[in-house]
């Protein structure tokens, strides 16, 4: 249960965000320290993608998401895999479930409120296990020092697993005293 300072630390986090999207279309939310995560939110105002990129320094992190943000603009909701060659830099953009994604991607469960962001379940309220089908995001990734992005064979491991979604998401649980 939330407590009154917990609920004005979410009230003045979300109208920076608010504002960031009113103005930019779209906001960056970070966290650094035993995981490495940005993501963007508002991207589905603009009927695209909300992007997540996993385990580089949060610098080059929003950097990246900024250059990918402004190249894809806006009506591009990424359902394939895809490449992109972003200020010189090669990147794939993976469709991920929403499921999945909103398990990092926090502020859009509040952005959204529950009744938009969870199923409801059929004897009644919300199941926040079960992601509502309105929920896009894409993972950014970047390849190793050779040109081989994640997944694929002869990548390498540490470029692979900084990249790892569930590796990064224990982190971030497990830093914070979390379940996932």
């Given amino acids: 249960m939330l407590n009154d300072n917990d609920k004005t630390t979410i009230d003045y986090g979300l109208s920076h965000i608010e504002a960031s999207i009113k103005d930019f279309g779209f906001a960056f939310m970070s966290y650094s320290g035993e995981a490495e995560v940005s993501y963007t939110v508002g991207q589905a105002d ?67 409120g529950p009744r938009y962001y969870y199923k ?22 970047l390849p190793d020092a050779e040109g081989r992005f994640p997944g694929e064979e002869g990548c ?9 979604f569930d590796q990064q998401l224990h982190k971030m649980y497990k830093h914070r005293k979390l379940t996932t």
Wanted: proline content about 8%.
């Fill in 46 to 112: 603009r009927n695209s993608s909300d992007l997540l990129l996993l385990g580089v320094d949060n610098n080059k992190r929003v950097l990246i998401l900024d250059y990918v943000v402004k190249e894809l603009g806006p009506d591009q909701i990424i359902s394939e895999p895809c490449r992109l060659t972003v200020e010189g830099t090669d990147v794939m953009l993976v469709p991920m479930p929403a499921a999945k994604a909103v398990k990092i991607t926090e502020v859009l469960k509040y952005r959204l």
């Fill in 120 to 141: 409801q379940r059929p004897e009644g309220g919300f199941d926040p296990d079960i992601c509502a089908p309105n929920i896009n995001v894409a993972q950014v990734l």
């Fill in 156 to 164: 390498d491991p540490k470029v692979a697993d900084a990249q790892d």
